[in-house]
């Protein structure tokens, strides 16, 4: 009687029926079985601690060469599938310690979660999200930078660079940021350029640290941060360079006679910041009514290094900036106020008041605060204490840790000095 075929014996397959069609080596077999639809699939079986498992190889194809050692299009030949087969096991033989081809499977599987879960988390981590958290980190700590930032990450990352901000931000590169930059240079925006690198900047290094630092909140360590592309980039030298033109002494002087008995609350706020030595306009107008006294008032610094809270600023009042307090009539949260302490005076109003309560050419409040920074430098007021005056920071172990003198005294004689120079008759050396 004539043999039959591998062919003839899968044509012959009733539906649900399994065939063995040969030994694989080096463990287990190559079986087939008809499916009710009448397409027969390759398995390759195996017993694993006294259990049978099957694992799917792939379609017969009985169009396929007999002798054809790779699937085509269709399926398998039957030779084709006993290769497949023997590459299984192979796979089970050589990891039989780990449970055998069970546990290559478990171990793909593993890995493929993991690769899923990754590619979840790199959508959900993006740069956009770096950049938001990290500015309502700053807005947490009170850090008056938190809208700055936020403004412009909005307008030159989330809306030039949807696709970058939509990145996961742990891919970002240094080139993809200096892209960023050079665009907002070429608006001719150099010092914006700047701002947006440090800010972005800050945003990695506040995810690298978070997983050292325990003071930043732990959702930064999802960003899976290790390299601060950022920092990969170059500043802009030019647009960092210092305002050089303060304002002259003389300059002063006419700025103090133009405020000096400008009636209303207006003209008390303007004398009050230039008699507590120009401190910073956005600082001065949050000043709380809590904090003020009849020798005193507290700002809150948030210029500081990333990560740190506001550090409180006391400045002493000599008699006239008192004056002009009171006369402000600091009431509710906040002292300066128009809508008696339910919100505070805009950094933005105050500076327009003093533009037009002069007639100098070119002027600018900030110019106020680099002005009275060079008239006491003048009158030979030490730089530590113009520091300390406007709240500059001074360097040093010794001064940040070990140093526990308030400086008001040296403050007050500072101001004192300021109102006597500003005061002086017309035409003075004083």
């Not at 699937?71 to 006993?82: E, H, I, Q």
């Not at 993006?126 to 008056?144: G, I, N, P, S, V």
């Not at 030159?156 to 240094?174: F, Q, R």
């Not at 533009?355 to 530590?384: M, Y």
């Amino acid at each position: 009687m004539a043999t039959k075929t591998s062919g003839q014996s899968i044509n012959e397959l009733s539906p649900g029926q399994f065939l063995k069609m040969g030994k694989v080596i080096p463990s287990g077999s190559l079986e087939v079985r008809k499916l009710a639809s009448g397409a027969v699939t390759f398995y390759w079986r195996v017993t694993i601690n006294g259990k049978t498992a099957r694992e799917v190889i792939g379609i017969y194809d009985p169009s396929a060469p007999p002798k054809s050692l790779k699937p085509t299009g269709k399926g398998f030949s039957v030779l084709a599938a006993m290769r497949a087969a023997e590459a299984l096991a192979e796979q089970h033989h050589a990891n039989l310690a780990n449970g055998g081809f069970a546990g290559v499977k478990a171990a793909e599987q593993e890995a493929k979660d993991k690769a899923e879960t990754a590619k979840l988390e790199a959508a959900k981590f993006t740069l956009q999200a770096l950049l938001t958290d990290y500015c309502d980190h700053l807005k947490a700590l009170e850090r008056d930078s938190h809208s700055d930032a936020r403004s412009i990450f909005k307008l030159h990352v989330l809306e030039a660079w949807p696709k970058i901000a939509a990145l996961p931000a742990n891919e970002v590169t240094g080139e993809q940021i200096a892209d960023m930059m050079r665009q907002v240079i070429e608006q001719g925006k150099a010092r914006t350029s700047n701002k947006l690198r440090s800010y972005i900047r800050a945003a990695y290094q506040t995810a690298k640290a978070a997983r050292s630092k325990p003071s930043i909140p732990v959702k930064f360590k999802s960003y899976n941060v290790t390299h601060n592309p950022a920092a990969d980039t170059e500043p802009d030298e030019s647009a960092n360079k210092a305002d050089k033109r303060p304002l002259t002494t003389e300059e002063l002087r006419s700025y103090w006679q133009a405020i000096k008995l400008l009636p209303g609350f207006r003209g008390a706020v303007l004398r009050l910041h230039l008699l507590t030595g120009g401190q910073r306009i956005a600082q001065l107008v949050k000043l709380r009514t809590e904090n003020v006294t009849a020798e005193s008032i507290v700002l809150f610094d948030g210029k500081g290094r990333p990560g740190k809270p506001p550090r409180p600023h006391t400045v002493p009042l000599i008699p006239q900036a008192a004056t002009a307090l009171q006369e402000c009539e600091p009431q509710g949260t906040y002292a300066l106020s128009t809508d008696k302490g339910v919100t505070h005076l805009a950094a933005t109003t105050l500076s327009a008041w003093a533009v037009d309560a002069t007639t100098l050419a070119d002027f600018q409040a900030k110019r106020i605060r680099s002005g009275v920074e060079t008239i006491l430098a003048r009158a030979r007021i030490s730089s530590d204490d113009r520091g300390r005056l406007q709240s500059h920071g001074i360097s040093g172990v010794q001064n940040r840790h070990y140093d526990g003198h308030d400086y008001m005294e040296e403050k007050r004689q500072a101001l004192e000095t300021l109102f006597l120079l500003l005061d002086a008759p017309e035409g003075s050396s004083a």
